[in-house]
């Protein structure tokens, strides 16, 4: 038995299914997890001391690569002040102002522990303001599990194929109504008929739990249009894409400005850290301001608070983004290249630092349905064959991968080196 696997059956043993969270399990790919011991970069380093290229980066946030010294500098000393005080700290007002500053659709901002809390807390915020029930949500994204998201879902409610979970009551269940992503047709002719019941959409405006799909042209702009004519709350869901695809987010990206936006991962840095925000005639209905209720014992972690300070300060540098996505487009063109060099059909998506990779016949992949017409199984061994070449890929065919900034240009070589191999050997 290798020493994962005698890990993960240990971990069987008093964890479900062995994880603190589905897609870990590799259930997605098949065979065991990767136990991690330690990361530095942009390589983690399992519990054999095995080397790996990360482009999961924690699901996200670790947008600056592991264990950044900024950044752990600024854990330790928070730290060293204590962990929790469960009162006002001065930091939380500085974390609000930066995001404040960098986000000009937010105008108040309540921090939380999750992508979660931030989803459900403001779906909550919409449903208390519009005095509206109905939720309109798209096929593949994913919101966290709250009971009125987990409808169709995507992530891991998609790896294990389960779209709607059991425990969702179908009273709550009635009240999300799911469209397509990218059909703009869907979503007016739905307004058109019950509009003035509809509480708010929320939407990932870059999906990345289906893989990755940006909108198409004219979408994002439909779901603005409709919201304003219906009195509808619109959310974006940036919990991935905030500070991930531009510092403004897929907002800034695609110029358009949300009610609501919810964000976690990159402003946590690695932290437990949500937060929902938007604008002070919504944001100003909520506890202890108004009436709609949301609370947290540890919201706004001052240690938490000081690893997405240090972060988003970091973000924040000229340039960054650009790199960024400059390092993104030169691994996902190096990807095409070699894939069309070995005759395998793949293309690949990518917004800032955020990619997909596909299996398909197509030239583009642009719906949940092109998604799903992918070649799993081809996927599946080239996730392995990756890993065994020392490249952390997700371990599934329905998630959006990560670029750092600690990957160097060798890094991006070395990974298209070894794709090319891998490439090669699906086809034997
Ligand atoms: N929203 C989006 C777009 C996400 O990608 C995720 C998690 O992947 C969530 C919400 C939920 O966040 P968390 O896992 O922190 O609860």
Known sequence: MTEAATLFSEAKRVIPGGVNSPVRSFSGVGGTPVFIDRAQGAYIYDSEGKAYIDYVGSWGPM??????????????????????????????????????????????????????????????????????????????????????????????????????????????????????????????????????????????????????????????????????????????????????????????????????????????GGMPVGAFGGSRKIMEILAPAGPVYQAGTLSGNPVAMAAGLATLELVQQPGFFEALGAKTRRLTSGLQAVADQAGIGFTTNAVGGMFGLFFSAKDKVTSFADVMQCDQERFKRFFHAMLAEGVYLAPSAFEAGFVSAAHSEQDLNSTIEKAALCFKALLK
Do not use: W
């Open 63 to 268: 947008i600056l690569g592991h264990a950044h010294p900024a950044v752990i500098a600024a854990v330790k000393a928070a730290a060293e002040k204590g962990l929790s005080f469960g009162a006002p700290t001065e930091i939380e007002t500085r974390m609000a102002e930066k995001v404040i500053e960098l986000l000009p659709s937010v105008e108040l901002i309540r921090m939380v522990s999750s992508g979660t809390e931030a989803t459900m807390s403001a779906i909550r915020l919409a449903r208390g303001y519009t005095g509206r029930d109905k939720i309109v949500k798209f096929e593949g994204c994913y919101h966290g599990h709250s009971d009125s998201l987990l409808v169709k879902a995507g992530s891991g409610a998609l790896t294990f194929g389960v779209p709607s979970s059991p425990g969702v009551p179908n009273a709550v269940a009635e009240n999300t109504i799911t469209l397509t992503y990218n059909d703009s047709e869907a979503v007016a002719e739905l307004f058109g008929q019950i509009g003035e019941q509809i509480a708010c959409i929320i939407v990932e405006p870059v999906a990345g739990n289906m893989n990755c799909i940006p909108p198409v042209p004219g979408f994002l702009e439909t779901l603005r249009k409709v919201c304003d004519q219906y009195g509808s709350v619109l959310i974006f869901d940036e919990v991935m894409t905030g500070f991930r695809v531009g510092l403004q987010g897929a907002q800034g990206v695609y110029n358009i400005k949300p009610d609501l936006t919810t964000l976690g991962k990159v402003i946590g």
